[in-house]
């Protein structure tokens, strides 16, 4: 069966980026024939993840372009390929930060692709594999998608097709260190940094049962994180409100997204707890270990979270009735949500494209798209 062609080749419109001196434009390419064990979607949102603007202006120096962001999809399966079992035309379906790894090493047979050690690791949704050899992938600013099943979750009725897309990286990221590191029910979680990932983080704390406190440099935002279930909202650049915190939290989720002083934070937390950074991947210039050692505190990353885990936390978010707090935007309105990112976040806690917005600018002959190269998305390691 292997290589049936079952929808020819897919036209797709997007927006993407050929430089990080620029800014994210229309373009157009293929995404190639439906293979053996895929699903094509029509993507109908795509959150805006800050992951989005470090990645198209190559803040982590690995960016391959042309860049086409998007790892937060929502979508309606429009076709499915020879041998798909797990979905049909028309179901309701999420595409999170992977498409593709190698299924066979220990890290995916434990359902934690995003660390697969396979010859590629793991292919991003977007910006390729890990390990780039060249080959790129391009995301969810884009009409349609053509991924392996996989790496397609299924969306619970409870949630709406806007709300989807933020529980599939947001949502997993935050949920996969509460998950791992076992935070209990009445224990104490700390947030810092309350934007896309930050926010899911406090309602997902709180439908776990533990007390929550959130750190914002934004006196603004308090009212609604308190709205959002949160039990305190500290101001970060407060310090006598900081000090009031300290020795207070069993696990701090850190998603504030550039390098800063780690001090304060270190500083919240009690004997034996575990400081989880998710968001600066860049430095801590005025690290000390010191307070880490004096009261055994753990200081850790985390990366994402496999595809179980992220069916899990749709689940538990249809179940609790969480849906992340959003912007609907227009897609020709990218770069302005790009330089609120930039510029430390407003009011708002994540922007979600309307991809109808796209298809409706093509319609009308609005769009002078730049041809792209066709993307990979990554060899079908157990294809039959
Ligand atoms: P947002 O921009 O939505 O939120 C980040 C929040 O951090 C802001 O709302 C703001 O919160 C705070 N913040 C922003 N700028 C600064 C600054 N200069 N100094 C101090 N605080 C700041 O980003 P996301 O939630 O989408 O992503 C957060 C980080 O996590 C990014 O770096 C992203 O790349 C990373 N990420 C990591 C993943 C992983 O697997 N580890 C997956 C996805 C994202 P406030 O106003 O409340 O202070
Ligand atoms: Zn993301």
């Not at 120096?61 to 798909?84: D, L, M, R, S």
Request: net charge negative.
């Amino acid at each position: 069966m292997s290589g049936a062609r079952v929808i020819g080749k897919m036209k797709v419109y997007g927006y993407g980026t050929k430089s990080k001196e620029d800014e994210l434009v229309p373009v157009t390419f293929e995404r190639g024939e439906l293979r053996d064990g895929e699903v094509a979607i029509q993507i109908t949102h795509c959150g805006v993840c800050h992951s989005d603007l470090h990645q198209a202006k190559n803040d982590w120096g690995n960016t391959i372009y042309p860049c086409v962001p998007g790892h937060e999809i929502a979508g309606v399966v429009t076709e499915v390929g020879p041998g798909v079992t797990r979905y049909a035309k028309g179901d309701r379906v999420g595409v999170g930060c992977m498409v593709n790894s190698c299924q066979e090493c220990d890290s995916c047979e434990k359902d934690e692709e995003q660390y697969c050690s396979g010859p590629k690791s793991c292919t991003l949704t977007y910006n390729g594999p890990k390990n780039p050899d060249g080959s790129n992938t391009y995301g969810g600013y884009s009409t349609d998608i053509i991924v392996r099943e996989e790496f397609v979750l299924r969306v619970p009725d409870e949630i709406e097709q806007d709300k989807v897309g933020p529980i599939l990286c947001a949502g997993i990221t935050v949920y996969a260190p509460m998950k791992h590191f076992e935070l209990k029910e009445g224990q104490t979680l700390g947030v810092a940094g309350i934007g896309g990932l930050g926010h899911m983080a406090v309602k997902l704390g709180k439908a776990l049962g533990a007390k929550v406190v959130a750190f914002t440099r934004n006196e603004d935002k308090k009212e609604e994180i308190l709205a959002m279930g949160a039990d305190e909202v500290v101001i970060s650049t407060d310090e006598e409100q900081m000090n009031d915190a300290a020795g207070s939290l069993d696990m701090l989720i850190n998603t504030i997204p550039v390098a800063h002083d780690i001090a304060p934070y270190i500083q919240l937390m009690r004997p034996n707890s575990h400081l989880v950074i998710v968001g600066n991947m860049d430095s801590f210039p005025e690290f000390s270990p010191g307070p880490l050692v004096f009261n055994r505190i753990s200081l850790s990353g985390s990366l994402i979270g496999g595809i179980a885990d992220t069916q899990e936390v749709l689940v538990l978010c249809a179940k609790h009735g969480i849906a992340p707090a959003t912007k609907l935007v227009s897609i020709d309105a990218i770069n302005e949500v790009y330089e609120e990112l930039a510029n430390g976040g407003g009011q708002d806690f994540r922007h979600v494209i309307d991809l109808d917005t796209l298809r409706k600018l093509e319609e009308d002959s609005q769009l002078e798209a730049t041809e792209l190269p066709s993307p990979e998305r990554g060899d079908l390691a157990k294809a039959s």
